[in-house]
């Protein structure tokens, strides 16, 4: 049975429904991917995206810089070209601007686009000017005119950013040296574009809601290997996995996360990992965009939190279907998304039941009946059901609030 | 019932269970204990969905956490705006033109997560803070024409600068959050954008917090916990209000929806200009910077906010009872400590103070080193600093989950740490006395046994006196905040007195106890019995005295100590409760070793002559 098929059917037993429902799948969901002062979208509202296709420009280091007065662009000049006066559109981002050719008329400024829409763009007639004047927010390309800079400094280097601020008709910038290309992990529809705020995408497709996710935004094939007691040990990330996005079981290990990156895996998948691990990815991360190396984007993401406990068995069903097939890690929010929204899912007794917290976190069973209100350790009163847990024979009375069910 | 609102029975459920679905289980409880009464409310018969869903609520929500960016011209009035947001409930960022680039403070406000923007200056700024004023003033309003969506506040003498906002509409006064105060107060009351001295205060270019509040309710988050309760009147007697139920359970259906089906989608509604809010500066009012905390709360909160509404029915419990009230309230998307007091000949007015802190959450997002310090300050169990951050973080995940065991020891840990922050952030109110009535609430604390709660309470409130210590077990507080009219808010207080406050016992905390064998006796009378202990310094003395019951305890001290008057006899009436009389002759403030283990120790100890149960 498809996703779409199983939502339409779905029933929840009324005694259930005391029992916190865990969706395993959400269509269509709109990610994020935040943009900072000196940053640019690439795209507008409306335009459709690939995976792979160039999304936003980020300044690496951007730094305040003070322009000084820009004249805005008053007169029809045939040709023209160009963002400023004084600037000249070139260097290693040549390719780039030349994609990025016209802007928006002063826009609404609560609609406003980062840059037209390809349909706009085609739409202007030639020699006509096409220039904004100066905003907030503008992409801006300088060089050797900066100012506070020492005379070596200052060179032929171009440096580019955007538009800060203008006080006394002097505008400021957030602009650097360095910049990099974002590319789009996700199929989609861009919703909103807004250069140094972000880039909204409306995925087509559908996506596993994770509870964390680090990294980046990474798109791989996704590889379920065979995991010993739910776990897979780190030795089995070698290169021949380079590419994929690998399920990894129970919970994500600090050696297992070097290592992934160092083969070139492109994410992994797990249900649980630590705010150790997390930190020690995040400066790894601050590390690697402060050394000139480029580097593959790599994303992990855990389906459950912090605490140890093994993949929910539905989830993990579904992997196993989908393997081999390109899927991609979304930090924002945390999301494991598939192209298809016809996804296969596993057949499931409504009565299924997991333990997400407490001392059974992890394990699975039915739903047996209400137990009412129950007295548990610690002399606490709380609301509690009747399970038989999968590997248990005996039924056991767990609070009602450590349980899920699943929801597809 | 009687002529009168009681409050009959209550129940409370995680915010995915529907509301109607609560109260059937409610009534069905009901009528298995009392059919009598179920029949009163006319419930014995019929369709019960049908009956339920026609009753009259009142509906109370937690506002979900919001971001501000505070920006300033100096390091000192950057400290002095964010402390103010900070007791307003927001969650802070913040910079300074003096410490900070325009690129990093640009950042700040440009973020998505971020939803507001405070500018702030001195009424009279010095020329360090005054020099980068125009500077961080064309800041913000280029960043309100890339983000027109963002609120901005424009706070003291920055309020200048309001002609570099391009866009302006006609002048429209601040929504009110919450009426003003009615009967014969002249304070006003929490939450209330009231009148204030300062001119500026209030004015707004576009009406500020209908967007706040529609920005706020699109990204209404479910992972606060969910008070319920109900109260009703015999049907077919016009009703004192026109409420006879209430729920504070948000409306929802279905399953809680997760991260990534609630993050992203709100706004549609991005607004079409920015929203320019004037406000006083940070010393304004009373105590110095309620005045902009009024503002930035009534930007920050939705209209029937359940934390607000917990202030606003302390303030009205204070004048119906009479007495000085002090309320602990522990959530997962923030704590609020607040107090109020009739003051006064006649003591015909109330005086209140609170704070509202989103990081004075029992599980703040991203928690620092110090709230895991915290954590660790209070836990009774062995935790390395990772395991506790990624409980901590697990906890804010599930807030409901793992709530017995070694999860209620955790679980009360947390609270306490957020209680612990919560003093820290009030520090005027360690100059008052202990209040004649102290409350707690939240869900956190009614999970756990009483006597822990009453424990946790003379853990953290640290100042001599006597108080009596009650829980909010209905979590009705909130929802009866909510209720506009202050007269009839009281009218309603004055019915329920009896029956919403859940009675902990009474706590006797003198200072100054020296250390010995024996620090006095204590004798206790009520109308049969009589009992007398030694009171053993350093330790916390629990008599038995249920609920209900009063008695008098007379206290013969060796030494004179502060209660809080400085004497070696003292006569108090005392009232009973489910944790009994707390008799704590610990050290104020309270000195527990640094080590962890000697630490924990004494902690365990403490708890384990409370709480018996904990070894199971």
Known sequence: MTARARLAATEIPAELARVVGRRVLVFSPTIRYRLAPGDRALVAPGDMVEPGTPIAERTLEAEFVEIGPIDRPTEIKPGARGEASGTVAGGSLARLWANVQAEHEEPHPGSRPAIASMADRKQAPPGVERRRPPMPGKWW????????????????????????????????????????????????????ARNAVEVRIEVAGSAVPGAIAAGEPSRGYLDVPRLTDGDLWASALDVGRAGAVVVAGTRLSAQAISRARAMSIRGLIACSVG???????????????????????FGLIALDGHGRRPLATPILALLAAMAGREVAIVTDPPLLVFDDSDVPLPELPPDWIRARSGPHAGREGRWIKSAGLYRFRGGIHLEAAVVRFADYTDTTVVPVTDLERFIF | MGGRWRLIAHATAPSHIEPDEVLIGLLTR????????????????????????????????????????????????????????????WLVVGGSADGDDPVVLSRLALSPETTAVLLGADRSPSGDEKRHLPDLAALVAAITRTRPELAVVLAGSAAAYESDFGIFDEPTAIAPVAPTVGGRSTQPEPGAAGPSNDKAAGQSKTPVSASAEASAQAAESAAEVAPSAAAAATPGRPGPAPTAAADATPGRSGPAPTAAETAFRSPDAILASPHILLAPDADAGSPPGASLQQVLEGLRALPNDSRLGVARSIYSLAYVLDRSIEIVEVGLQGGLLARAEP????????????????????APKNPSEEVIDGLLAWSTVALDRHRAMDRLNDLRLVPWGEADGEGASFRLAAAKAAFGRLIEATPELADHP??????????????????????????????????????????????????EDETERRRLMANLADDILMPLGSLILPAGVRPGRSAGHLRIRDATTMSEIEL????????????????????????????????????IEVGGGLGGLLVDLRDIPMRISDRPDSRRAALEAWQRGMWPESDE
Do not use: C
């Open chain 1, 141 to 192: 390309v300088g060089g050797g005119d900066r100012r506070g800079k020492p005379a070596r400094a200052k060179g032929d280097q171009r440096i580019a950013g955007t538009l800060l601020y203008q006080v006394n008709g002097r505008w400021n910038a957030a602009a650097g040296e360095r910049h990099e290309i974002v590319e789009s992990a996700v199929a989609g529809i861009v919703r909103e």
């Open chain 1, 275 to 297: 705010e150790g691990e997390l930190r020690d990815l995040e400066a790894s991360r601050q590390r690697q965009r402060a050394s000139l190396a480029p580097s593959v984007s």
């Open chain 2, 30 to 89: 009901l009528g298995a204990a009392d059919p009598g009464m179920l029949a009163d409310l006319g419930a014995d018969g019929g369709d019960m969905p049908t009956l339920v869903a026609t009753w009259p609520r009142l509906v109370a929500r937690t506002t979900p956490e919001r971001r501000i960016a505070v920006l300033a011209g100096s390091r000192r009035q950057r400290r002095r705006l964010e402390n103010v947001a900070l007791r307003a409930g």
């Open chain 2, 434 to 483: 202990l209040p004649e009535l102290l409350v707690a609430a939240g869900g956190i604390f009614t999970a756990l046994p009483p006597s822990l709660v009453a424990l946790a309470l003379a853990d953290l409130v640290r100042r001599p006196g006597v108080s009596h210590l009650a829980l909010d077990e209905a979590r009705i507080l909130g929802p009866l905040g909510a209720i």
């Open chain 2, 343 to 362: 003051y006064g000949q006649g003591h015909f007015a109330v005086v209140s103070s609170h704070a509202g802190l989103a990081d004075a959450s029992f």
């Open chain 2, 536 to 571: 053993h310094p350093g330790a916390v003395q629990v008599i038995d005295l249920p609920p209900g019951r009063t008695g008098r305890a007379d206290l013969e001290f060796r030494d004179a100590v502060r209660l809080p008057k400085r004497a070696h006899h003292f006569s």
